[in-house]
């Protein structure tokens, strides 16, 4: 039984593509923007630090391609999604994983500026929050906690299922089942 998504999502032959080549690009642009941001933390940190040598096994737009694929299999729940997303993190390597690991950490942390963070829909740490922040974010309704709570739920869970066996991530994407 394949879940009805929260929203009804056509068949992408069915919409005409100056409809959904904007969103292509906006994406292309969000991933460009974020591996600027991480190319020049991680070349601040040296050639030899442990992310600067991740940097070269799992490039940050296939990471954060996959990190926005998680994102939008939670908001549009559907099994077929949820079961390539779990092959897709069953098929990575122990290196690709630490790779993604360290781009992740990265973009959700104080690390990358603000500003670049709320482009893409990351939240400020309620504890950082200040007075200011409240009002941009009446300003800022694109970010949405659910979406990279849930995104920092599955990685947990296939950080877990790639290093220790755990049947948490098949558990969450797959009812148990592959």
Known sequence: MIDKPRFALPAIDQVPVRLYLPRLLHNASLASSATSAWSTYVGDLGPDSCEARSLDIMSP???YYL?????F????????LDRHLYSTFDALSNDAMISI??????????????DERLKHGI???????TEEDKWKDEENRHVVTEDWEY????????IS???H?????????CDGTE
């Open 73 to 80: 299999s939670h908001q549009w729940r559907n099994k077929l």
């Open 151 to 158: 995104l920092d739920d599955i990685w947990d869970a296939a």
């Open 161 to 163: 299922h790639k290093f």
């Open 101 to 114: 690991d360290d781009f992740l950490c990265f973009l959700t942390s104080s690390y990358a500026d603000y």
């Open 67 to 71: 990190m926005r694929k998680v994102v």
């Open 61 to 63: 737009h296939a990471s």
């Open 165 to 173: 066996g755990s049947v948490k991530l098949k558990q969450m994407l």
């Open 123 to 129: 939240p400020k740490p309620a504890e950082d929050w």
